[in-house]
């Protein structure tokens, strides 16, 4: 039997998933490359796009408060 910080994560992260299952592939990546913290994703979105390191980490920022507001999160 489960306790209840197990059964709310549980659902946590089934939130999450249905979120990010709601996020264009390229959103998705982006935060994938942030939790794994591989900074040359960024780069070479920055490369790619035309812009700065710091414009794609500002993009990143905006996406995890995005997230934290469908989430409900503080």
Do not use: I
């Amino acid at each position: 039997m489960r306790g209840g910080g197990d059964e709310e994560a549980w659902y946590c992260l089934l939130s999450l998933r249905e979120v990010l299952a709601q996020l264009p592939e390229d959103q998705c990546a982006l935060l994938t490359a942030y939790v794994e913290k591989d900074p040359e994703h960024f780069k070479a979105v920055a490369a790619q796009e035309g812009v700065s390191l710091g414009a794609v980490y500002k993009r990143v920022e905006r996406l995890l408060a995005r997230l934290k507001r469908l989430l409900g999160a503080e």
